[in-house]
């Protein structure tokens, strides 16, 4: 295991009813927040309505800005900067799933920067050395796992380029989990949540680092979890306590608890964001799609962690053939996929046989990470290898 | 499951040599430190030498106050925090187990604090309304978990009285966690903490609350591990990584990452205060005397949560006969306990047939917090009930 600090500061509020309590919760820290959203979704539910209605008994002045779609823009997120500026707003309350939340963390981040936002995403910047506001987010979608990470991701639509970036001031100040506002959404998009969690830990578990037994077994346990409560709601969508467990997991398999100690991988998260920057595909449903090559292409390089993920999460029975459990074990994931409803194909995911997959490896393997323009991973791969895992997907 | 909120903001620092690093580390909060311990360990391990060379590196002022014992005092505390306001202390570092850490939040509440610091512990304040010293932590022993807690336990050795208190502004601002601090440590003393670690985690995991899907799997993923890493411990001592994956799960044990959203017992640390308060016995030790004769009263008001333990944590082969399943699942806990080097009677411990057991189960259900005054947990047991529990223990 590796040397690690771990801070983790976002105060977590889970339950029915919750998310009534925002004012009074946000009353410490803000005068005036900007209530950031997506389309009329919140507006549908009463959400929006309950939401102000707080902020008001509260005392809290707020202004505006909804338009956040999936794979949320640099060009709405410029535009959310210049509000808080103007509007000296003190805390940006994001109203949504992922992508609005990582639209918020980029607008506060980027309020009282010397330097463009896209830059800290562009250059990687480790050192912010100017204020970041707080971030306080409901959470509408439980996927991305943003609600308390320290993570955002944006896409610069002009350049099809999607990036990511992490700072410990991201965290947000307070995150409220409410599993009645997920009853109202559709099937697709628990599959996608549930397959982008469950790849979070895959990023983090699938790796060299050894001398790992807790954040192991912690992790198999939030895999199980994730897949078992996915399959409840896939027969029954309005589960308020199979919601609230995928919730939970959500938050789990991304906010680092699992990632202590370890080396990460993030090379199925760099090829997704090179799918999605392109087609705008679900990033879930692209997850589907890379991650059953992605194993198949990675086990030899380790058999070890593989073979104890296939025994331990997909409970594939022990046996001495190494190469056919690992194997049923991801066959036993392709099924799981399918029987949520996700594609395992490029087809499926509307992406045609002549993309420009060629292009999409050389970008991902660029941004990974790992040595020489290669995977950042269990195995080294380089761009060549990385292309034809994309094109395994093609017709598998 | 409950609603709940969860709020861990203590930076957590873990690895080897990390406390060389302690020095820089607090320079950013604090001025003049109390340098809390023990006794002679620190100093002849030569740990003591490295922190006092960190702090005055960093050009931090501190004063010292050692002398902590297991079961740490009242009247220390009280001394400590006259020290700390004489000298105007803005920090306390503990540098040793959950005795030092605990003395140390103590001292920490007391110092600015308008009230006597034992009524907090007496009439469990809820409401502290004035500044708590920060606390920062060097691990020496890994059980209590106290680390990464907003709790304390504290004895007033006059009137034979242990008592607990727990308030979120108790949590370590810091911790550091250097498994080879613990490669010293002798082998009864690693499994008094495992014993500990280990309950801490019954007290959360035997309740009625349900649909913990989560909460249930993360629990059993720490038990097994704790449950092996103290055999490999009980095997080579001096096992680095062994020792490393204790300390993690000590401090997932007991940072309430695994109470979120259930009810919590806490019986079994209740009829072990009353024994470490007269007798002065180790608390791990303890801990390992009442639960299995716990867990035999307690199974057939919950025979669901038994048989999930026996099954997913003690490895018992499910089967219809639920009672053979969780019956061997607490066979299985009592040759953990001996296979580690712990006690399973009271004679074992040193208290003797004729103690006074009647009124440590009395005292026990007073403080409890039981429904008119019995142990707090699945069945509310009156003090005739608990008595019994106790007797169990002395020739089982």
């Known amino acids: 295991m590796l040397n690690f600090q771990y801070h983790n500061p976002t105060r977590y509020v889970y339950g029915p009813g919750e998310h009534h309590r925002i004012g009074a919760l946000l009353k410490p820290f803000a005068s005036k927040v900007l209530l950031h959203y997506g389309g009329g979704s919140v507006k549908r539910t009463g959400l929006y309505n309950a939401v102000v209605a707080s902020l008001e008994a509260a005392g809290i002045d707020f202004i ?15 535009k959310g900067i210049d509000l808080c500026r103007r509007e000296q707003v003190d805390l940006v309350l994001a109203v949504g799933g992922g992508s609005v939340i990582d639209s918020a963390k980029g607008i506060a981040l980027g309020v009282h920067a010397p330097i463009d936002v896209w830059q800290y995403y562009t250059d990687c910047i480790d050192d912010i050395r100017h204020d970041v506001l707080p971030v306080a987010t409901i959470l509408t979608l439980p996927a991305a796992g943003s609600e308390n990470s320290p993570n955002t991701v944006l896409t610069d639509e002009e350049h099809e380029l999607k990036l990511g970036y992490g700072h410990s001031k991201l965290r947000p100040l307070l995150s409220i989990v409410n599993p009645e506002l997920f009853l109202t959404l559709p099937p697709n998009q628990m599959a996608n949540g549930a397959s982008d969690m469950l790849c979070h830990i895959f990023e983090r578990y699938f790796t060299n680092t050894g001398d790992t037994q807790l954040s192991d077994a912690l992790s198999e346990a939030t895999m199980r979890t994730i897949m078992q409560q996915a399959l409840v709601l896939a027969a029954n969508p309005t589960d308020l306590n199979a919601w609230g467990q995928l919730g939970l997991s959500g938050t789990i398999a991304h906010n680092d608890l699992l990632g202590i100690g370890r080396e990460q991988s993030w090379a199925c998260h760099m090829l997704e964001h090179e799918l999605s920057a ?37 409970g594939v029975t022990p046996s001495r053939n190494t190469e056919a459990v690992i194997r049923e074990g991801i066959a036993r994931l392709r099924s799981w996929y399918r029987a949520i409803g996700l594609p395992q194909t490029m087809q499926e995911l509307g992406i045609p046989a002549d993309a420009n997959f060629t292009r999409m490896a050389e970008s991902a393997c660029q941004r990974s990470g790992g040595p020489g323009n290669t995977l950042l991973g269990i195995y080294p791969f380089n761009a060549r290898e990385a292309e034809a895992i994309l094109r395994a997907a093609v017709a598998p």
């Open 64 to 78: 505006e800005l909804s338009g956040v779609k999936p794979n949320p823009s640099l060009s709405l997120v410029r």
């Open 278 to 314: 392109v087609y705008d595909v679900p990033h879930g449903a692209g997850l589907a799609v890379i991650v059953p090559p992605y194993m198949e292409a990675t086990w030899p390089h380790n058999p070890g962690i593989f073979y104890q993920w296939a025994t331990n999460v997909m």
